[in-house]
């Protein structure tokens, strides 16, 4: 499994923008897709994003779509989830996740597809 560390969280207002990223480390061998949850408090976490190993394709939930984006620098072993026009109810614990693949181009939104998981950076928008 590989190790993932999120960073960047904070609290902005309506409208605001934040960029979370998250570090990996321990590589092992193969290719990982990455993703981006989120848990809002009393509700399931749900799937943000997804970026495959070589970048393409990425997928976003539709909540997010145009507000949204996803990045990855394999050579620098980070993931970015840049998020502009953020809403009251983007406010969530934010999870980055990886999951190990066969294909370049693999991607998931299922929490079972991800083995490895962060421990999360908290994003609070508030008015």
């Known amino acids: 499994q590989l190790q993932l560390v999120e960073s960047g969280g904070g609290l902005v207002h309506p409208g605001g923008s934040l960029t979370l990223s998250c570090a990996v480390s321990?590589?092992?061998?193969?290719?990982?897709?990455y993703g981006w949850f989120r848990q809002a408090p009393g509700k399931e976490r749900e799937a943000v994003s997804c970026?495959?190993?070589?970048?393409?394709?990425?997928i976003y939930a539709d909540s997010v779509k145009g507000r949204f984006t996803i990045s990855r620098d394999n050579a620098k072993r980070t993931v970015t989830l840049r998020m502009i026009s953020l809403k009251v109810e983007d406010t969530a614990v934010y999870y980055c996740?990886?999951?190990?693949?066969?294909?370049?181009?693999?991607?998931?939104?299922?929490?079972?597809?991800?083995?490895?998981w962060g421990q999360g950076t908290q994003v609070t928008v508030v008015s």
């Open positions: 321990q590589f092992t061998l193969g290719y990982y897709f």
């Open positions: 970026i495959s190993h070589n970048g393409r394709p990425r």
């Open positions: 996740a990886a999951g190990s693949s066969q294909l370049l181009t693999m991607c998931a939104d299922q929490e079972a597809d991800f083995s490895s």
